[in-house]
């Protein structure tokens, strides 16, 4: 269901995307989600987290649609992009209790 979820996302993305236009976010937000990157698992995954963010995103009006949440004192603006460790650890905090939103952003950041 997830993957399904993610593969919605990407799709949207894709066809919001054509090429030319790049969603506009607010200084606050392109910030958080370029500072996010830092959390990749890797320093590929680190590379094409920014890469994503230049590629799709510019500074100007804020996004309210944007989805930005702290947990943990991490912040973070739209789609994470989950290992599979991460995903694993996303699994069973939820199970544990913890909402997915604030799991996924531990995980992303801590995992």
Do not use: N
Request: net charge neutral.
């Amino acid at each position: 269901m997830k993957i399904a979820a993610v593969a919605g996302f990407l799709a949207l993305i894709t066809f919001a995307w054509d090429g030319t236009d790049q969603q506009e976010v607010s200084k606050q937000q392109y910030q958080t989600m370029t500072e996010q990157c830092r959390y990749a698992d890797t320093r590929a995954a680190r590379a094409e987290c920014l890469a994503d963010v230049k590629k799709f995103y510019r500074v100007g009006k804020s996004d309210p649609t944007l989805d930005c949440r702290t947990y943990a004192g991490v912040s973070v603006c739209g789609h994470l992009t989950l290992s599979r460790a991460e995903r694993a650890c996303v699994d069973e905090a939820v199970k544990s209790g913890t909402a997915y939103r604030r799991a996924e952003v531990e995980c992303y950041a801590f995992g």
